[in-house]
Structures are given as C-alpha cells and as structure tokens.
C-alpha cells in the first residue's frame, strides 16, 4: 500500500511510502496518510479502503508491544 507513513524509532523520524516497507518493531507511529483511490470509487475501491484501518491497527499494535 502506497501513502505516507511516519515511524519513530528511537529519537529518529523515518518516512516509508510503501506500508510494506515499516520495519516489525518501532516506537511510535506518527502518521499514517494512505494514497486514497480517486473517485469515483468502484467496489475494489472500497474494499481496498475498508483495510486502511486493519493496517493502523496492526501498527498502533506493534506500538503499544513496544511500550511494554
């Protein structure tokens, strides 16, 4: 998934253009801002959309794992 994603890792910002890219362990995610398809939207469209918030979630976990 294309987009902009900002990851802290210690006291280091790095910005990530494919969510593929995120390493497995960080400390905080700063923003997640996925490529958006352009309307008007098909039915693949939406489906693609609905996983944008599994994918914030998966990373908010891998944050509050940090944490721990």
Do not use: C
Request: aromatic content about 12%; charged content about 30%; cysteine-free.
């Amino acid at each position: 998934m294309k987009g902009e994603f900002i990851i802290k890792i210690g006291e280091e910002l790095i910005t990530y253009d494919n969510y593929n890219d995120i390493p497995s362990t960080f400390d905080n995610v700063i923003k997640f801002n996925p490529d958006w398809p352009e309307a008007p939207h098909t039915q693949e469209d939406h489906d693609y959309m609905e996983t944008f918030n599994d994918k914030l979630q998966a990373l908010m976990e891998i944050e509050r794992a940090s944490s721990n």
